[in-house]
Every structure is written in C-alpha cells, then in structure tokens.
C-alpha cells in the first residue's frame, strides 16, 4: 500500500513539472506569437506610410491646403506625455497631422481625435500658432470607421495599390483642432 501511495504521488509531481513545462513553453510561444505579429504588423504600417507619404503633398494641394513640407514619425514629447504623429504635412499657415492605420477601426478614429484636441501644445512654438487639421489614412476600414473619421472633421485617406486618395465627399471642410477657440475650416 505504502508503495502504491509513493508511486502514486511521485507520478503527480510528475504531472505538475510536466504542467508547469508545458506552460511555460506555451508562454514562449505566445510571446515568440506577439513579436511575430508586432513585426509583421509594423512592416504593413510602414508600408502604408510610406504609400501615404508619397501622395500626401498632392493630395492635400488638390483640396486646397498648399503643402511646402511632409515629414513622418513626428514625435512630440511635453512631460509627462509622449505622442508620436505618423505624418505631418505643414506651410506657413497650416498643419495637417495624419494617423495612418493598415486597418482603421473607429477606436483608432477616437483616439486620434483624442489627441489633436491636445496637439497645439506638444507642437514645437513655431507651429503653434498654425491652424491644425487632421487626418485618417488606411488600407482597409472597418465598416463605420471612414464615415466617423469625416463626421469627426478628418481628412479621410485611403491608400489604394501604389498611390493613396483623399476620399470625403464633395464640399467637405475639415475641422481645425484648435481646443484654445472654435473650431474652423480652411
């Protein structure tokens, strides 16, 4: 009896190293699964960046903002806070800044609102006094999220193949970000 109770339990501790190998391995696994995703997913996020970015210039020109530079990956930093701004298209008189996502969700339009209420004052002190206008870019759009992006006074931008389009409707005016007065269109 003695000896089937102490076979018993070692084939318990057994199972429990055996459990505790399993999951550990399956935590490697799901961390080696996050890094594969994350590389993947930033890889298609430059991409349509850099599809965007290409066009930008032209497309705000045609909607009548005159564009004299674009620059990506704009971080703004004002303590504690850290934003960082995918596209910045400015003149002398105007900012757009644009978020551009693979696939753009209305969360991701929330979010962006979110942050160019707050914009003007993480800017650098040259471009505070510029109006600020704001942009959505995506390759693909679940299915509420380009409508909100225009309701919200963004730009809407999709990237189509090797260029991108500016696709809000006819007559559309943006909303300047401007949480220090009313806001205003071009």
Known sequence: MREMRRRFEESQRRAERDMEDLRERQRQTDAQLRRSELLFTGHWGKLVESLVEGDLARLLRERGVDVAMVASRIELALDPRRREIDLLAAN????VAV????????????????????????LPTVFRRLRIYGGMAYLRAEEEAARYAERRGLYVIRATGNSASIINAPGFRPRQFDPKGPAATP
């Open 92 to 95: 002398g008189e105007d900012v």
């Open 99 to 122: 978020e551009v996502k693979t696939t753009m969700k209305v969360a991701d339009v929330r979010r962006f609102v979110e942050l160019l209420d707050e914009v003007r004052e993480l």
